[in-house]
């Protein structure tokens, strides 16, 4: 097998931590990533995501892993891309869908650029999948991304 450049978005939860240990032990180049997101200033701690608690908790596990561990700063573009567009979408009394915006906007395309832009070849997380062949009819989830997006997307097995 061939050493493959991976970077795990590492939540500091089990399933990311799991996966980076899994990639590592299977012999791939493994580098950890984790998003700094914005919160209303003076309630960091009771951020659903990303709280400092779960990023000293991915760092360490990447420490006992010995991988590279990157805190990546998004705090203006989440608050731009995802916050104004659940209160815009409110306001309108709509009812938005913050977590498809952060994984549109966020996780497939601010993440994925930086995890690029170290050379990585695939971008796994913790979520779970069901790893089978690509085939022509995959566009149910893929037709909204391009082809630069899709490629380091398919999970490795």
């Known amino acids: 097998m061939s050493k493959q450049k991976v970077v795990v978005a590492m939540s500091g939860g089990v399933d990311s931590s799991v996966a980076a240990a899994l990639l590592k032990q299977q012999g791939h180049d493994v580098t950890g990533m984790m998003l700094r997101l914005w919160s209303e200033p003076g309630k960091e701690e ?7 608690d779960a990023m000293a908790q991915a760092r360490r596990v990447a420490g006992l892993l010995d991988i590279p561990f990157y805190v990546i700063d998004a705090k203006d573009v989440f608050k731009e891309t995802v916050v104004q567009y659940f209160l815009d979408g409110y306001a309108r009394g709509e009812t938005p869908n913050p977590c498809l915006m952060c994984n549109r906007q966020i996780r497939w395309t601010f993440l994925l650029n930086h995890a690029l832009a170290l050379g990585a ?10 790893s089978r062949p690509r085939t ?3 566009t149910n989830f893929c037709a909204l991304l391009t082809i630069q997006k ?5 999970y490795m097995s």
Not at 46 to 52: A, H, I, L, Q
């Open 121 to 130: 070849e695939f971008m796994a997380t913790g979520h779970y999948v069901e």
């Open 46 to 52: 009771s951020n659903r995501c990303c709280t400092p």
């Open 136 to 138: 022509m009819d995959d």
């Open 150 to 154: 899709i490629n380091p997307m398919f």
